[in-house]
């Protein structure tokens, strides 16, 4: 069974420095899709970025972006220049396929001090 | 606008008294998904629809039943409440499936006493 682990419940950091979110999980699978997404207090779940395990390079999005190790099954996620509207709840996510369902881990609450 | 729309947004109810959480996406989406979130637990998919006609159970299916008649409603149907249920429940949509990206409703807040 496909499982994702996120050891880290909460962190907080100062507004502009760089952080980095940690998540693990667990497949036998060769071929899969890794997700971050971000819900803020508003609890909206918004996709921050998403990694095909085939796809050797990294996934990036403006400040977001990610450390993807496979043979680890290592999906980190880095976000640079923190501001005060990253403070959310972060889930790392997986998929095998389009028609199985998405595993989430069971988030990281991220506080952005000022 | 694109989006999924929740209703409603906060309930009350008592226990054993029917109750109907609707989604309604207009994204043309043919992937839908009940999930719950509780504290510790993160996200767990309650059903799922592919298409029309189509759903199927996800991991914690118990205690809920739903419907997927026309292709952008996916109602979540609680028969018989229990206390259990108090959670916070998402409705997701995808167009091309779960390896792709899934939008979210803004959520149910549910507590049953």
């Known amino acids: 069974a496909q499982t994702v682990t996120q050891s880290q419940p909460e962190m907080s950091v100062q507004e502009a420095e760089t952080v980095t979110l940690s998540c693990t999980y667990d497949?036998?699978?060769?071929?899969?899709?890794l997700f971050w997404y971000k819900q803020p207090p508003s609890r909206q779940m918004i996709l921050v970025i998403r990694q095909e395990a085939y796809k050797q390079q990294n996934a990036t999005e403006n400040r977001f972006s990610v450390n993807f190790q496979k043979a680890a099954k290592s999906f980190s996620l880095k976000i640079s220049d923190s501001q005060l509207g990253d403070t959310a709840m972060y889930f790392c996510?997986?998929?095998?396929?389009?028609?199985?369902?998405?595993?989430f881990g069971k988030g990281t609450r991220l506080h952005i001090l000022p | 606008e694109a989006q999924v729309t929740q209703n409603p947004r906060y309930l009350i109810t008592v226990t054993g008294k029917k109750l109907t959480v609707t989604c309604s996406q207009n994204?043309?989406?043919?992937?839908m998904s009940w999930y719950r979130q509780d504290p510790g637990l993160g996200l767990r998919q309650i059903y799922y629809s592919m298409n029309v006609e189509v759903t199927d159970k996800g991991d914690v299916p118990e205690g809920y039943k739903v419907s997927r008649k026309e292709k952008r409603n996916f109602p979540l149907i609680l028969e018989s409440p229990s206390p259990n249920q108090t959670s916070l429940y998402f409705c997701?949509?995808?167009?091309?499936?779960?390896?792709?990206?899934?939008?979210f409703g803004q959520g149910t807040r549910l507590t049953v006493v």
């Open positions: 996510a997986f998929s095998r396929r389009r028609d199985d369902k998405i595993i």
């Open positions: 497949t036998s699978e060769n071929n899969y899709y």
């Open positions: 997701a949509s995808s167009l091309r499936g779960w390896n792709t990206e899934a939008f």
């Open positions: 994204m043309n989406h043919e992937y």
